[in-house]
């Protein structure tokens, strides 16, 4: 297992920052959103509402494809989520956001 980053956080990732147009689906419902920042272990999203923590969701990244998702924490409009996919396809993700971006 990695070691956080910055120990003062408890992050097992390094985040990094982007801005990146995507969609949240919970449930039957599609969320506008955009991508905030982005590690290996999640990411943080706004899309201005709030939503209930530990509901499944699925991130659509055009055109990257879909990432199955649990919603972690939501305040002031912004969403924490927790990939639930695999690492492999999260890191290419990562880097094909970080070059398209």
């Known amino acids: ?3 956080p ?5 408890g992050r097992e990732f ?3 920052d982007v ?3 995507a969609r949240l ?3 039957d419902k599609t969320h506008g ?3 905030i920042n982005i590690s290996l ?3 943080q999203v706004h899309l201005g509402r709030t939503l209930k923590s530990d509901e499944t969701a699925v991130l659509e990244i055009e055109p990257f494809g879909s ?3 649990e919603i972690r924490w939501s305040a002031n409009g912004n969403v924490g989520i927790k990939f639930n996919d695999d690492q492999t396809k999260v890191a290419e993700l990562i880097m094909a956001i970080a070059t398209y971006a």
């Open 1 to 3: 297992m990695s070691e």
């Open 5 to 9: 980053t910055n120990p003062d956080d």
């Open 14 to 16: 390094e985040r990094k």
């Open 19 to 21: 801005l990146f147009s």
């Open 25 to 27: 689906q919970v449930g």
């Open 33 to 35: 959103c955009k991508i």
């Open 41 to 43: 272990g999640g990411a």
């Open 67 to 69: 990432f199955n998702t």
